[in-house]
């Protein structure tokens, strides 16, 4: 907590304080929109905010003008294909459309170009690359999915299974913690279309889930100026005793284990799957899970490697185990409590 509010001290004295507030609101609005256009237009202007997040934060200019070379053509494909639909083939629109749509995501096959672009970014930059401008995209696939083919649904599906598995396999041997967040990005939008699939308010309460997490993961690193596994393994070894349980409670939230709500949104879908037999949907969410696990497990056994060595410095160890057993059960009732109110409100 005093990590957060030192961030966000040196972030009010910081002009670009009130264009990040900026972002953050225009992709709470869209939220409540439900017109492609609309949402294209919002979608630009938040991409256009980025982008001069990106001119005064980073150095590296060319990192930039590749990220803006890239949304503008996937920004301009989609909506002069959405304005020619009905002029050309259905199938072959609808194709292309998802195509541009997987681009802006930097879903698979465009999955290569965004760890590079991340690796030149802050941790501020980081943060809203994997949050605002992952839920706009997402909320114009959404509106679209009314209107395609069943064989469509079950390519999405495929792509939601390659880029959580790709993601897996690419973090393994992976040291740059911005490129292991960026595949962790990768990994949650397959989880966020698939869920959106099923219901677009659980979605929404996942997506919120995972950005209140990615706030504190990003602003950690952004501090600490962590760009791999070393750096991160002194912090967390020198550092004071609450910030190894926060970052390894934060990163739980986020891999979906039991007891946390992200977890019991994850029951709840698969839930709805099998109330209407939809098999293929079922396999896809069991690969999903398996993928987000390893994934994050392997995060973990490191980290846990570092905690082992602390408790020969820890005097007060039985002390910690405690609070860490107390803050374990505090999550798992808000996450019932959480789960009984989707249950209701759904």
Partial sequence: MKLILFNLNNLLKNKTFHLMNLMILISFLSIFLSNFIQLWLIMEINTMLLIIMMSIFNKFKKTTINYLIIQSISSLSLIMLMIMNKNFNKNFMDFMIMFFFFMKLNLFPFFFGMPLINNHLNGTLIFFMSTTQKIIPLLMMNLYFNQINLKFIYM?????????????????????????????????????????????????????????????????????????????????????????????????????????????????????????SNNFMILTLLILSISTLIFYMNILIKIKMIFMLKIKFWLSFNLQIKNLFFNLLMFMFMSLAMLFLISIII
């Fill in 156 to 276: 999405i599906l495929l792509t939601t299974i390659f880029s959580s598995l790709i993601s897996v396999l690419l973090s393994i041997k992976e040291t740059n913690m911005k490129k292991i967040i960026t595949y962790s990005s990768m990994n949650h939008s397959a989880w966020m279309i698939l869920i959106m699939m099923i219901d677009k308010y659980l979605f929404i309460m996942y997506f919120f889930l995972y950005s209140i997490s990615m706030i504190f993961i990003c602003l950690f690193f952004n501090k600490f100026k962590i760009n791999n596994f070393n750096k991160l393994n002194n912090i967390l070894f020198l550092n004071s005793k609450w910030m190894m349980p926060s970052i390894i409670f934060n990163l739980l939230l986020i891999s979906s284990l039991p007891p946390f709500l992200t977890f019991l949104i994850k029951i709840k879908t698969l839930n709805v799957m099998i109330m209407n």
